[in-house]
């Protein structure tokens, strides 16, 4: 089963940028979609962005402003941030899967996740 670790979380101001990794080991990272979710203090850990081989979905929450990738080279996953919001704040997980989904049930493999903080 597939290892994660996020790095790259933070503190930030609001409208600012932050650039979160998760670096894979122990399985073929090309063979699995990938998924980043958060999970606010006090709020269910929700679905943000993921990617497959050929697809991403994002939530609507941070359509148009973040954007994940993926380097299979590198078995490592992205999510760039952009326009920051106080409203973004919380830790952000990646996750491993076999198929792409903006539900959390198929992800199989989870990091510890990555604390992202964004101040007004």
């Known amino acids: 089963q597939v290892q994660l670790v996020e790095t790259g979380g933070g503190l930030v101001q609001a409208g600012g940028s932050l650039r979160l990794s998760c670096a894979a080991s122990?399985?073929?990272?090309?063979?699995?979609?990938m998924g980043w979710f958060r999970q606010a203090p006090g709020k269910e850990r929700e679905f943000v962005a993921a990617?497959?081989?050929?697809?991403?979905y994002y939530s609507d929450s941070v359509k148009g402003r973040f954007t994940i990738s993926r380097d299979n080279s590198k078995n490592t996953v992205y999510l760039q941030m952009s326009s920051l919001k106080p409203e973004d704040t919380a830790v952000y997980y990646c996750?491993?899967?076999?198929?792409?989904?903006?539900?959390?049930?198929?992800?199989?493999?989870w990091g510890r996740g990555t604390q992202v903080t964004v101040s007004s």
């Open positions: 996750a491993a899967s076999r198929m792409l989904s903006r539900d959390e049930r198929p992800y199989l493999s």
């Open positions: 122990g399985g073929i990272f090309s063979s699995y979609a």
């Open positions: 990617i497959s081989w050929s697809s991403t």
